[in-house]
């Protein structure tokens, strides 16, 4: 699977976004996918995750009741929309494939897309 993250942007504190991941390969709808991100200075960090058939979401709980992440597949893709955002959501967001739960943790196995920008400004 390759993917391309769009759909970034900047917003003031309260606004609204919407990521969008595409991926490319037939094994999409079997994947386990997600988004992280990462702000200035900052390790990594898991945002969500949606099981293949999307009946199954997970999220951070900095994020949790704020965003929701969903999964079309017969688009291929997989969104994250960002509510109420405020100025810590400010990150280079990365959607992810094929990802393994370890306790409280995740891990990605399959690729990662390039990365789209997320500014919101107070």
């Known amino acids: 699977v390759q993917l391309q993250a769009c759909g970034g942007g900047s917003v003031q504190t309260g606004g609204s976004l919407r990521a969008s991941c595409l991926a490319s390969g037939r094994t999409f709808s079997r994947s386990f996918m997600g988004w992280f991100r990462q702000a200035p200075g900052k390790e990594r960090e898991f945002v969500a995750a949606i099981s293949g058939g999307g009946g199954s979401t997970y999220y951070a709980d900095s994020v949790k009741g704020r965003f929701a992440i969903a999964r079309d597949n017969d688009k291929n893709t997989v969104y994250l929309q960002m509510n109420n955002l405020k100025p810590e959501d400010t990150a280079v967001y990365y959607c992810?494939?094929?990802?393994?739960?370890?306790?409280?943790?995740?891990?990605?196995?399959?690729?990662w897309g390039q990365g789209t920008q997320v500014t919101v400004s107070s």
């Open positions: 992810a494939a094929d990802l393994l739960r370890y306790g409280s943790s995740w891990r990605v196995q399959g690729a």
